[in-house]
């Protein structure tokens, strides 16, 4: 079982930057993939990025050059440092974790950006 809480959501300016955490309640060491999602009003939950536990990242083609993901084992937490928000980027962001075939969420942290 694996609990994740993130944090660090809010409310911005277009053209500004957060840093939203995922803590989670186990060594991510051993969590094959951690990602993050998001889900905007009306629509499905997309991929935003993910890093395996090797390192290697992944990103959505909208988010390329403006958000990085990254994982701290020692801190058991994954950031997702988002540059030059967008309004579009207005959503609630969930954090995944996928281990031994089994999918955990939490309960996601709400970022608004204001035009």
């Known amino acids: 079982q694996v609990q994740l809480v993130e944090s660090g959501g809010g409310l911005v300016q277009a053209g500004g930057s957060l840093r939203l955490s995922c803590a989670a309640s186990?060594?991510?060491?051993?969590?094959?993939?951690m990602g993050w999602y998001r889900q905007a009003p009306g629509k499905q939950r997309e991929l935003v990025a993910d890093i395996i536990s090797g390192g290697s990242t992944n990103y959505a083609d909208s988010v390329k050059g403006r958000f990085t993901i990254s994982r701290d084992n020692a801190k058991s937490t994954v950031y997702l440092q988002i540059n030059s928000l967008k309004p579009e980027d207005t959503a609630v962001y969930y954090c995944?974790?996928?281990?031994?075939?089994?999918?955990?969420w939490g309960q996601g942290t709400q970022v608004t950006v204001s035009s």
């Open positions: 186990r060594n991510i060491f051993i969590i094959n993939v």
């Open positions: 995944r974790a996928y281990s031994a075939g089994t999918v955990y």
